[in-house]
Structure formats: C-alpha cells, structure tokens
Nanobody
Framework: VQLQAFGGGLVQAGTSLGLSCSAS????????MGWFRQIPGKDREFVAA????????YYADSVKGRFTISRDNAKNMVRLQMNSLKPEDTAIYFC????????????????????WGLGTLVTVSS
C-alpha cells in the first residue's frame, strides 16, 4: 500500500491544523495506522495510532488532549486533527501502516510499520 500525507503548513501557536493520509494500492483496513514525526537530526517520534477498526486510539503524552486521530476505511484515509499547536510540534509528519497482530501493544514502535508515506512539514511559529 502506498501512503501520502498532506495538509502541513505554517501556523501560529495556539491554532489548529488537520493532516490527512491517503492510501492507494491496498485497503488500510488491513493495517493499524500511525502518525510519527521527525525533526532533522533526531529520531522519529511516535505521535498517534489507531487500530484496524478504529476502536483503539493511542497518543504520545506530549499530544494527548490536543491531537485526535481518526480513520475512514471506506475512503482509505487517516486523519490527524491537531489543536492548540505549540512550537515544539514543529516537525515533518509521516503516516504509516502496520500489519501487526499485536498492534494494541506495539503501536509506538516505528520499525514494525511496513509502509510509510512521504512526510508533510508542520511549522508552528511562536
């Protein structure tokens, strides 16, 4: 499955931005889906994940209460709604797909995601 993240941009602190991830070449219903972010020179960081059916949603502590992940398997899309953005949220955001059958426990482990999209840059100014 091929993934493409889009929706990034330059925003001010305190505002909101929504990222989307579209999939082709396969149905995302077969995958747990996640969002990661990366600052150049640093490791990729887990942000949020959602289980195959959408019933399980998981967040990094740094974004809990501000970000919301959702999915629409019929439209083959995943969305990350980001509210109350902070300058430290500035990063390149990637969506990814994991076939793991223990996704409920390993959703935060980047190496277990088999498919990655090109990232989209989010810049939050203070």
């Amino acid at each position: 499955v091929q993934l493409q993240a889009f929706g990034g941009g330059l925003v001010q602190a305190g505002t909101s931005l929504g990222l989307s991830c579209s999939a082709s070449g396969g149905n995302i219903g077969a995958y747990g889906m996640g969002w990661f972010r990366q600052i150049p020179g640093k490791d990729r960081e887990f942000v949020a994940a959602i289980s195959f059916s959408g019933t399980g949603r998981y967040y990094a502590d740094s974004v809990k209460g501000r970000f919301t992940i959702s999915r629409d398997n019929a439209k083959n899309m995943v969305r990350l709604q980001m509210n109350s953005l902070k300058p430290e949220d500035t990063a390149i955001y990637f969506c990814a797909a994991s076939p793991s059958h223990s996704f409920w426990s390993d959703y935060h482990i980047a190496v277990l995601y088999e498919h990655w999209g090109l990232g989209t840059l989010v810049t939050v100014s203070s």
